[in-house]
Nanobody, 125 residues
Framework: QVQLVESGGGSVQAGGSLRLSCAAS????????LAWFRQAPGKEREGVAS???????EYAESVKGRFTISQDNAKKILYLQMNTLSPEDTAMYYC???????????????????WGQGTQVTVSS
């Protein structure tokens, strides 16, 4: 089973950028889906972006054009580059994985069975 460890969260002013990282050692897995989710206080968990083992990506409408999900070639680290941040992006961000599947609806959290501990992102106005 893979373990996920997020890092890179922090506080930033509106308009700024952050890059989140998720250490996910996937050396022996050839089919999988990885994603970033977020949850703000009092709100439901939201799928932000996903990438699968074929390199296909999907984004929530709220982050399209601002966020970019990527993975290094060695399958070691998942990234989320976040640009033009706004206070509405403030949330705990989680990395998630589903092994052996390329999900057709990859922004639904119930399809994932492995989660990281989360990293906080706070955007001030």
């Amino acid at each position: 089973q893979v373990q996920l460890v997020e890092s890179g969260g922090g506080s930033v002013q509106a308009g700024g950028s952050l890059r989140l990282s998720c250490a996910a050692s996937l050396y022996s897995y050839t089919v999988y889906t990885l994603a970033w989710f977020r949850q703000a206080p009092g709100k439901e968990r939201e799928g932000v972006a996903s990438i699968d083992s074929s390199g296909d990506t999907e984004y929530a409408e709220s982050v399209k054009g601002r966020f970019t999900i990527s993975q290094d070639n060695a399958k070691k680290i998942l990234y989320l580059q976040m640009n033009t941040l706004s206070p509405e992006d403030t949330a705990m961000y989680y990395c998630a994985a589903r092994l052996h599947l390329r999900l057709s609806s990859p922004l639904y959290g119930s399809y994932y069975n492995t989660w990281g501990q989360g990293t906080q992102v706070t955007v001030s106005s």
